[in-house]
């Protein structure tokens, strides 16, 4: 009788156990469920559906558009200023090569801009001798060495840059080995050269090469060459002209 009872109270203990077992695998399922809705409701927020997603990427692809149209405007409003600060600038240059009848302002106002327009750091500036035809150095600004065919009073050819641009008046921008120029600016009067702006060095923050330059070199081939050839004659002219007052007076005095 006893055993039996031992053996009833075991079965009862055994299946308490198992009870409890149960309950605490019914409370597990339930908090798992629990977690898979919440889940399933986050899940709701985060991903849209079909037609909010298909909104999503609409709206997305409007705003890489109108980033795209934005950094196209600001490439075209740089690029408008860049073009108006230039034009700006050829209006000064070309303002200060005819301000003037005097040839030494005339010679100061095409170094200025060879200097700030261009960012040449040496260069020289050949006139042709109307009586010897002979190119005079008549300007000379920065290290041009002694040696130099430029570092003379008078250039009598030899570098093949100058005198071929000198020849035929076309500007010459490319590098030769025979050649210590980096550009030769033939300055022309109609179809007469008469004279060259010979750059043969830029300044060092100078990074854009001369070939971006081109409207200034232009502007310089042109109106520099007929700036100075008016100079020229006016200088003559009115050396002239005081000649012949400095007669008249004389003669007035005898």
């Known amino acids: 009788m006893t055993d ?3 053996r009833s109270d075991a079965a ?4 308490s156990q198992v009870v409890e077992a149960l309950g605490q695998l019914k409370s597990l399922l339930d ?25 999503i990427q609409s709206l997305q692809e409007r705003i890489r558009e109108a980033e795209n149209d934005q950094e196209e405007l600001v490439a075209q409003l740089v690029e408008a200023e860049r073009q108006a600060g230039k034009l ?4 000064v240059a070309t303002y200060q090569l005819h301000a003037s009848l ?20 040496t260069f020289v500036l050949l006139i042709q001798d109307e009586n010897e035809g002979e190119y005079e150095v008549a300007l000379a600004y920065g290290d041009v060495a002694a ?3 430029f570092g003379a009073p ?12 000198l020849t035929d008046g076309h500007l010459r921008l490319e590098r030769a080995t025979d050649s210590e120029a980096l550009a030769v600016v033939p300055l022309r009067v109609e179809d007469s050269v008469v004279g060259a702006l010979v750059i043969l060095a830029m300044l060092d923050h100078k990074k854009t090469p001369l070939s971006e330059d081109r409207d200034i070199l232009d502007l310089l081939a042109a ?5 100075l050839v008016a100079a020229r004659i006016y200088s003559k002219t009115h050396r002239k002209l005081e000649t012949l007052q400095g007669l008249v007076g004389l003669l007035r005095g005898s």
Request: aromatic share 2%; net charge negative; no cysteine.
């Open 12 to 15: 009862n203990e055994d299946g």
């Open 223 to 227: 109106h520099a060459a007929s700036a």
């Open 31 to 55: 908090d798992a469920g629990h977690l898979a809705k919440v889940l399933e409701n986050n899940a709701r927020l985060v991903i849209p559906r079909p037609d909010e997603q298909t909104q």
């Open 102 to 121: 005097d040839p030494a302002e005339v010679r100061s106002a095409i170094a200025e801009i060879t200097r700030d327009l261009l960012g040449a750091a």
């Open 88 to 91: 700006t600038s050829l209006y």
């Open 4 to 6: 039996q009872k031992s």
């Open 147 to 149: 040696e130099s065919r």
């Open 154 to 165: 008078s250039y009598d050819g030899g570098d093949a840059l100058v005198d071929a641009a």
